[in-house]
């Protein structure tokens, strides 16, 4: 009983250590080679012919970071950007909404107001499927460009990729919703 | 019981000290301020002080090669910055007026833009900002050179034998450029042939 006892303290204090190191050693990389930017797991959307599917993406900003808008104050910087790369015909992405940047100015020019994002923030889109989409699961894989900066520099543009599942149902089934049962392993409510 | 309780006290102990050293390593990369102060420290992933600067040949706005080592005998501030860089922005203002003030006394600014978009948009950001100095088009080979640079804009100040005199990341006050710039001026030529 207690060697096993004893045996679980030393897992617990491995796993802790191994934690501890791979979080330093993540946070003592370069800039150029982290991320500033992370994704949150992202639900299966439902969405059938006439009835489209909203989404929506929430990223977040490791303190200390903003990034620009999707809709920034100057043309030279580079807008925050959600692309997709559909698996075929059977869908599309209506609209994206970005939300609006917060004004701020920073310590390298006070005078200056950006449109910048910070902290965490959420895209919705819409996934449509045409008259002739075929019924299936489905998975979109996306690229969110950014380009951080902070207090005193700026970092090169990056991309987070992200992957999120799709069911399309029938659009026979008149007043149905694309939802799949209960029985489906594809529910996630 | 006695040897348990020594295990357990050992294993608590073991927990402790990975919490405190994972919580130094990782000071620094967390919060704002300590962001700063990462992003202040010297470049030190790229070529040292006392060493010559790596050499490179790139291509002007108007499509001329330009090498590094062509510059020796003068005074060379290297700026690599991008249109998208706001703290870029910044200094450019003052590089354009250190550059007029300091050229008589043989000190020349070689801004290397490593932007991804194309010549047209680098060409007329740099007439939009007056730009008075030499700008050349960089390559990820020269990046590599200097450290990868991971975060713009980031100096680098040459002697007049070519040799690093200080770099730094990340904006910094203008006092700070005019002193490195003063430093690079005051170093004497080795070789007179050298000299253009």
């Given at each position: 009983?207690?060697?096993?006892?004893?045996?679980?303290?030393?897992?617990?204090?491995?796993?802790?250590?191994?934690?501890?190191?791979?979080?330093?050693?993540?946070?003592?990389?370069?800039?150029?080679?982290?991320?500033?930017?992370?994704?949150?797991?992202?639900?299966?959307?439902?969405?059938?012919?006439?009835?489209?599917?909203?989404?929506?993406?929430?990223?977040?900003?490791?303190?200390?970071?903003?990034?620009?808008?999707?809709?920034?104050?100057?043309?030279?910087?580079?807008?925050?950007?959600?692309?997709?790369?559909?698996?075929?015909?059977?869908?599309?992405?209506?609209?994206?909404?970005?939300?609006?940047?917060?004004?701020?100015?920073?310590?390298?020019?006070?005078?200056?107001?950006?449109?910048?994002?910070?902290?965490?923030?959420?895209?919705?889109?819409?996934?449509?499927?045409?008259?002739?989409?075929?019924?299936?699961?489905?998975?979109?894989?996306?690229?969110?460009?950014?380009?951080?900066?902070?207090?005193?520099?700026?970092?090169?543009?990056?991309?987070?990729?992200?992957?999120?599942?799709?069911?399309?149902?029938?659009a026979?089934?008149?007043?149905?919703?694309?939802?799949?049962?209960?029985?489906?392993?594809?529910?996630?409510? | 019981m006695?040897?348990?309780?020594?295990?357990?006290?050992?294993?608590?102990?073991?927990i402790?000290?990975?919490?405190?050293?994972?919580?130094?390593?990782?000071?620094?990369?967390?919060?704002?301020s300590?962001?700063?102060?990462?992003?202040?420290?010297?470049?030190?992933?790229?070529?040292?002080?006392?060493?010559v600067?790596?050499?490179?040949?790139?291509?002007?706005?108007?499509?001329?090669?330009?090498?590094?080592?062509?510059?020796?005998?003068?005074?060379?501030?290297?700026?690599?910055?991008?249109?998208?860089?706001?703290?870029?922005?910044?200094?450019?203002?003052?590089?354009?007026?250190?550059?007029?003030?300091?050229?008589?006394?043989?000190?020349?600014?070689?801004?290397?833009?490593?932007?991804?978009?194309?010549?047209?948009?680098?060409?007329?950001?740099?007439?939009?900002?007056?730009?008075?100095?030499?700008?050349?088009?960089?390559?990820?080979?020269?990046a590599?050179?200097?450290?990868?640079?991971?975060?713009?804009p980031?100096?680098?100040?040459?002697?007049?034998?070519?040799?690093?005199?200080?770099?730094?990341?990340?904006?910094?006050?203008?006092?700070?450029?005019?002193?490195?710039?003063?430093?690079?001026?005051?170093?004497?030529?080795?070789?007179a042939?050298?000299?253009?």
């Open positions: 009983m207690k060697k096993k006892f004893a045996m679980v303290i030393v897992l617990l204090a491995a796993a802790v250590v191994a934690n501890v190191f791979a979080a330093a050693q993540d946070q003592s990389l370069s800039p150029a080679k982290r991320q500033f930017v992370t994704a949150a797991p992202v639900s299966t959307v439902y969405a059938r012919s006439g009835h489209p599917g909203p989404v929506t993406f929430t990223f977040h900003i490791q303190p200390g970071y903003h990034i620009n808008s999707n809709k920034p104050l100057m043309p030279e910087l580079i807008p925050t950007q959600l692309k997709f790369s559909l698996p075929g015909s059977d869908m599309a992405i209506g609209r994206v909404t970005y939300p609006d940047g917060q004004l701020m100015s920073f310590a390298f020019d006070p005078s200056q107001k950006l449109s910048v994002y910070s902290g965490d923030f959420n895209v919705k889109a819409m996934v449509v499927a045409p008259p002739s989409a075929t019924t299936g699961l489905y998975t979109v894989h996306a690229d969110l460009k950014y380009q951080a900066c902070d207090n005193n520099a700026c970092y090169p543009p990056k991309t987070v990729p992200l992957a999120f599942d799709v069911k399309i149902g029938s026979a089934k008149s007043g149905k919703s694309a939802r799949p049962t209960a029985s489906s392993p594809h529910i996630h409510n | 006695k040897r348990s309780l020594l295990f357990i006290l050992v294993i608590i102990v073991v402790t000290v990975a919490l405190f050293v994972g919580k130094s390593y990782t000071k620094g990369g967390k919060g704002g300590s962001v700063i102060a990462s992003v202040l420290k010297p470049q030190d992933d790229g070529p040292a002080n006392g060493t600067a790596p050499d490179f040949t790139l291509k002007t706005l108007d499509g001329k090669d330009v090498s590094l080592s062509s510059m020796r005998g003068k005074a060379v501030m290297v700026n690599f910055w991008a249109t998208w860089c706001e703290p870029c922005k910044i200094e450019m203002p003052w590089l354009v007026d250190l550059q007029e003030k300091y050229r008589k006394d043989g000190f020349e600014i070689l801004g290397v833009a490593m932007d991804d978009s194309g010549q047209k948009e680098i060409a007329d950001f740099a007439h939009k900002m007056k730009v008075n100095y030499t700008v050349v088009i960089g390559s990820e080979k020269v590599d050179l200097y450290g990868g640079l991971d975060g713009l980031t100096n680098f100040f040459l002697d007049r034998n070519g040799k690093v005199i200080d770099s730094f990341k990340g904006l910094r006050s203008e006092s700070v450029i005019v002193d490195d710039i003063k430093k690079a001026l005051a170093s004497e030529t080795k070789n042939s050298l000299t253009r």
